[in-house]
């Protein structure tokens, strides 16, 4: 059950950091935002590590793995998720997105051999279908097909990174210096995707306005910290749904931190209606 308490409060900090940037980029729009909250996400893991797991090693090959998921996640599912909303917009994009809880599900089942049951499957097919409700909200074609590719990988690198971190954590020491490692990675390569393939000079946000991206990454760093607790104590067709349902959270979150950027709808509503079923079913059926 601890595992799953991990998993909700994962995804709970994925809201709040999400808002809290998107509060900082309302006011200030910048590249560099985004950057700073993996760089206080970053600090905070490293922090947190050396009070709790100080022993473990870093530099040893079992912790490369998590250099890679680094890499992949949110490095190049960022600029992914980029080019599906410059071209179909933010809505089908997030829609697509959030059908990560079923691509982790189908690979942990293919990769990990895990078996879950009727309830946990039908729990996963409610969030997905919460989720798709949350996100959608109607737009006239004026794209073409083959753009729906770019949503679609980042949704399975999202899921392959459950998988691989599920996996990773078997030969580690600190699932807490692990979360660092990816952390720091990301934050070294969307520092240079900014520098050398965007060609931004490196400007940190106004001081009124920066503590908005440094309460995001520290929310960022305790998604980090929950999200690989949760995966090294239980299978990722359990917590992997749970993790990848913070829109439900958003919903709840945004009047008290986004108020007047974000709108909650009755149809966002009966979609985390949904989630919230399909997260019980998903803690009852787990065996």
């Known amino acids: 059950m601890l595992a799953i308490a991990f998993g909700i409060l994962a995804s709970l900090c994925f809201a709040a950091a999400s808002l809290l940037a998107q ?20 600090i905070f893991l490293l922090t947190v590590h050396f009070f709790v797991y100080s022993q473990a090693p870093i530099f ?9 998921v680094g890499l992949f996640v949110p490095g190049l599912t960022r600029v992914l998720t980029f080019r599906g909303i410059r071209a179909m917009g933010s809505a089908i994009t997030s829609t697509i997105v959030n059908t990560t809880p079923m691509f982790s599900t189908a690979l942990a089942m293919l990769i990990l051999r895990e078996r879950p049951g009727p309830l946990v ?14 996100s959608w909200e109607g737009s006239e074609r004026s794209w073409k097909k083959t753009e729906l590719i770019f949503p679609f990988l980042a ?24 979360a ?4 720091a990675t990301s934050t070294v390569e969307i520092l240079l995707i900014n520098l050398y393939v965007h060609g ?10 920066i503590h908005w991206f440094a309460a995001s990454g520290i929310c960022t760093g305790g998604s980090f910290l929950f999200m690989f607790l949760a995966l090294s104590m239980e299978r990722v067709s359990i917590v992997g749904p749970l993790i990848n349902s913070y829109a439900v959270f958003v919903l709840v979150l945004t009047p008290l ?3 007047r950027i974000e709108t909650v709808t009755l149809h966002k509503m009966a979609g985390a209606a949904l989630v919230v079923v399909g997260i019980f079913l998903i803690s009852v059926g787990r065996d």
């Open 60 to 68: 040893v090959a079992d912790n490369l793995v998590f250099v890679a």
């Open 155 to 178: 949704a399975v690198l999202f899921s392959m990174k459950d998988v691989t971190v599920r996996w990773g954590l078997e030969g580690s020491g600190s699932p807490i210096l692990a």
């Open 200 to 209: 931004e000079k490196l400007a940190l946000p106004p001081r009124h306005v």
């Open 23 to 42: 509060r900082g980029l309302h006011l200030t729009p910048t590249p560099w935002g985004a950057w700073l909250t993996l760089v206080a996400n970053t």
């Open 121 to 134: 499957l039908f729990g996963v097919a409610l969030i997905v279908s919460g989720l798709a409700i949350i």
């Open 257 to 259: 931190i986004a108020r």
């Open 180 to 183: 660092a490692i990816a952390a």
